[in-house]
């Protein structure tokens, strides 16, 4: 919709021309950029005048004028030069109030960092809308490795940041990988250093419990108030807002207004922005547009660093060093399981009052164990195996029976059977069709000569190592 075109407001035929100029702007801006970018982000532009070739569009807020700016900025140049044969300089400028975001906070608080008074009770309302914070989750308690280092030095950098160092701050990797936590540690923060900014922290499922009572109670007004007055919101687990739609459009204006107040918001969810189906495009481009920082699986020295510090951190019982490799070695998938696992050795240890070393180690964790190996494939196996000892890979289903191809093999049938569940027919099958007792005769093999060939013993060891991690 055109707002004002004030060519020349005494020249109605200029004015209408400009109009259909723009238009026409439109139109191929769609058909170039398609339905979904032009809907979320262009078709909000209106044409407010256009004076000695300065074409001035604005836009209701300032987060989708930086967008557009940074993403389509020339694209609408270029375009209205083809249309209108002259050169333009396009400006876009914010004028609050138009679509889409909406809400008495957001409009009253447009541009300042001044707050509505709180209407009664919204202290209370806060709490409530929040989720309480883990004692144990600050940045001291955080150990940082190469797989969380960008995540901690964002988190760090947002906690420790007087201004909005990038808006949204969105934190990112699998399960049980130190996302909660690296948010709790940036609420710790933020409250212990400046207790005056409201920080509201809260699941994605949480936040669409607390929309759909606003809902039923009617109280949205205060909902909207209270999610848009706060300095900074965190919001755990955004996948959860996938495929439900209302929770999402909400979320969405929630998101834009405070950004728009230069607001800082922290996201956190199991993949990235751009994979998280069922959440509207519009959406996923939003949440990458300031700093997307991934957490990796953790490596064999990271899990060794978070044991001490819990060790440490319990300053309770003696624990070997040994315990400790044991459980980095053979637990990988996941910071939580890993600690589990040691609270597990822990409280048996304690409780039977057995020392706690690696036999009590193996014995209380054996399905744990068991879990985690399963997750070893017989093709890892090969493929490591033919990698260390420079063979193909295609030779571990080959007939050849030369010794330098031969005894790879067997290492590799050796290593399936301890470190897969599978059976010895099954391992057979891997191996181009050898027989069960093939696979038989290879461990037996292999277990011999380890007992006289410690280079062999070694070989295996490392390889063991290597996959288990
Ligand atoms: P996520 O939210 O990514 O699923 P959490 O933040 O809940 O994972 O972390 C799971 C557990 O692992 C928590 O107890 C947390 O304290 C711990 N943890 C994860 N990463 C680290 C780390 N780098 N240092 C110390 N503890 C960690
Ligand atoms: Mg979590």
Redesign the pocket.
């Known amino acids: 919709m055109v707002a004002i075109v004030s060519g020349d407001s005494k020249n109605p035929a200029l004015a209408l021309d400009i109009a259909e100029t723009w238009d026409r702007v439109r139109h191929r801006l769609r058909a170039e950029v398609g339905d979904a970018a032009f809907d979320s982000w262009l078709k909000p532009l209106d044409l407010a005048s256009v004076r000695d070739g300065r074409v001035m569009l604005t836009l209701p807020t300032r987060f989708m004028r930086d967008w557009v700016m940074s993403h389509y900025f020339e694209k609408i140049g270029a375009l209205w030069q083809s249309e209108c044969g002259e050169t333009a300089a396009v400006e876009i400028h914010v004028v609050p109030g138009g679509a889409p975001v909406r809400g008495p906070a957001a409009e009253a608080d447009s541009g300042s960092k001044s707050r509505l008074p709180a209407p009664a009770g919204i202290g209370r309302a806060e709490e409530e809308a929040g989720a309480s914070l883990d004692l144990?989750?600050t940045f001291a308690?955080?150990?940082?490795?190469k797989a969380?280092e960008l995540a901690y030095a964002a988190a760090r950098r947002v906690a420790e940041s007087p201004t909005v160092p990038f808006n949204p701050l969105y934190l990112y990797?699998g399960?049980?990988?130190?996302?909660?936590?690296?948010m709790h540690a940036i609420a710790w923060h933020i409250r212990e250093r400046d207790p005056d900014r409201k920080v509201l922290y809260l699941s994605a499922e949480k936040f669409m419990y607390q929309f759909i009572s606003a809902l039923r109670y009617k109280d949205v007004m205060q909902f909207k108030h209270l999610f848009r007055s706060v300095d900074v919101l965190m919001v755990?687990d955004v996948q959860f807002i996938s495929g439900k739609e209302s929770t999402q459009e909400e979320f969405f204006h929630t998101f834009n207004a405070l950004v728009d107040q230069n607001r800082q918001v922290v996201i956190?969810g199991d993949r990235s922005p751009s994979n998280l189906d069922g959440v509207e495009e519009r959406m996923r481009s939003r949440l990458g547009w300031g700093l997307v920082a991934d957490?990796h699986a953790t490596d064999y020295e990271?899990r060794v660093g978070?044991l001490q510090?819990k060790v440490q951190g319990l300053g309770t019982a003696e624990v070997p060093d040994q315990v400790l490799e044991f459980l980095a070695h053979r637990i990988t998938s996941?910071?939580?399981e890993l600690?589990g696992g040691l609270n597990r050795v822990l409280a048996y240890a304690n409780l039977v009052g057995r020392p706690i070393n690696l036999e009590t180690t193996q014995e209380v964790l054996r399905d744990l164990l068991r879990a985690n190996d399963r997750r070893i494939t017989i093709e890892d196996i090969q493929k490591r195996v033919a990698e260390h000892y420079n063979i193909r890979l295609a030779e571990m289903q080959s007939p050849r029976r030369a010794r330098a191809v031969a005894r790879p093999r067997q290492v590799a049938m050796y290593l399936s059977k301890q470190l897969t569940p599978r059976s010895l027919p099954e391992i057979g099958r891997k191996f181009g069709g050898r027989d069960h007792t093939t696979v038989m005769h290879a461990v037996r093999r292999i277990d011999e000569l380890c007992q006289a060939d410690t280079n062999l013993a070694e070989d295996i060891d490392l390889l063991k190592r290597m996959l288990e991690t």
């Open positions: 144990r989750f308690n955080f150990v940082v490795g969380n990797g399960v049980g990988l130190g996302k909660t936590h690296l755990d956190s957490i990271l978070i510090s996941n910071v939580r600690e």
